[in-house]
């Protein structure tokens, strides 16, 4: 059965790769508006964790709303929810069995809740799994700590390819320097150098 | 890492010790009441999956008061809930890494909320995983088909060993042989008779 992960190169969307491996032919996808060729950091962890790579460029006019909305927000909760939607708009319509992404039970964002996981599915006829939402923060951790190979940073310091990168560059152009540290607190962020 | 999953020989429970198994070594292990001895079938799946098999004893007293609440309810639901939260606290108090179950995404019974996990978790000192409820019924139906050699019927000819048979012995002792019927609407089951 084929299956499209949404794939940051972080430790959350690595794991549910791995966890999804004996059942699936997954395939990570990683989302981005053109904005930056941040996703090639994407394409260089999926390829040490041996698992063929897509892109899918998603619309622009997703990105500069949700950036608007973070600004005018000022914390980048559903900013980053509306992309995250978004994108798993986009590959439910691929020709695939399932789709997945790497949310946890812990996150609160993004967040895909039962009703919108029922409509996903019965809209596409697709299978939408969230293979870590039954694991919390500290179970995750210890399996990544078993299984792959992670470097940690704050977030502007790591390579990687979610949708913030290219949402900072996006908030710098629409609204000064200064908005990225005003929408964005300072956070950790992880990304996959391969397996253990 | 040591990792307890409840296990009752059915397909849900199954299909969760696979997708646990590269990264714990997990044990499976069927809760029961010392009423029947139907943790046999579940001991049967268990070597046949190729898992270390082991039972928990939990309290009588809980069995009676579910039976007696699933008789005044006239339907399952709370009863089991009750019998769940009572086995996992149970397997939570053990010296292991982790304890797991097969609740899946669409379950309404039974059902651990983001809350009651993190309690478990933060009381024990052990992380709690149900690595299907990010599947829906449809997706854990397509993965089972591929994984599993599984054996479907009606709940009272299919061999298991989950809360409900030991219940419904309860109910017949107590409220005679009709409260079943009361209680149980007719439902299918099935048994895990090894892997694809």
């Given at each position: 059965m084929?299956?499209a992960?949404?794939?940051?190169g972080?430790?959350d969307?690595?794991?549910?790769?791995?966890?999804?491996?004996?059942?699936?032919?997954?395939r990570l996808v990683t989302?981005?508006?053109?904005?930056?060729?941040d996703?090639e950091?994407?394409?260089?962890?999926?390829?040490?964790?041996?698992?063929?790579?897509e892109?899918?460029?998603l619309?622009?006019?997703?990105?500069?709303?949700?950036?608007?909305?973070m600004?005018?927000?000022?914390?980048p909760?559903?900013?980053?929810?509306?992309?995250?939607e978004?994108?798993?708009?986009?590959?439910?319509?691929?020709?695939?069995?399932?789709?997945?992404?790497?949310?946890?039970?812990?996150?609160?964002?993004?967040?895909?809740?039962?009703?919108?996981?029922?409509?996903?599915?019965?809209?596409?006829?697709?299978?939408?799994?969230?293979?870590?939402?039954?694991?919390?923060?500290?179970?995750?951790?210890?399996?990544?700590?078993t299984?792959?190979?992670?470097?940690?940073?704050?977030?502007?310091?790591?390579p990687r390819?979610?949708?913030?990168?290219?949402?900072?560059?996006?908030?710098?152009?629409?609204?000064?320097?200064a908005?990225?540290?005003?929408?964005?607190?300072?956070?950790?962020?992880?990304?996959?150098?391969?397996?253990?």
């Amino acid at each position: 059965m084929e299956l499209a992960l949404l794939y940051s190169g972080g430790k959350d969307s690595s794991l549910a790769a791995l966890l999804l491996d004996s059942f699936y032919d997954v395939r990570l996808v990683t989302a981005h508006f053109g904005i930056t060729d941040d996703w090639e950091h994407a394409e260089r962890a999926a390829e040490t964790l041996g698992f063929p790579f897509e892109t899918v460029e998603l619309d622009r006019d997703v990105a500069e709303s949700a950036a608007a909305e973070m600004y005018d927000d000022g914390y980048p909760r559903n900013g980053i929810q509306a992309v995250h939607e978004h994108a798993l708009e986009a590959v439910a319509a691929w020709d695939v069995d399932a789709i997945a992404d790497g949310t946890r039970r812990d996150d609160r964002v993004p967040t895909i809740s039962r009703a919108q996981a029922q409509s996903l599915e019965d809209r596409h006829d697709v299978d939408y799994l969230a293979p870590l939402s039954g694991f919390g923060r500290h179970a995750v951790d210890r399996v990544v700590e078993t299984a792959l190979d992670v470097q940690t940073g704050p977030s502007e310091e790591i390579p990687r390819a979610d949708y913030e990168g290219e949402l900072r560059v996006l908030l710098t152009e629409e609204f000064g320097s200064a908005a990225v540290g005003d929408v964005f607190p300072p956070h950790t962020q992880t990304y996959v150098r391969g397996r253990q």
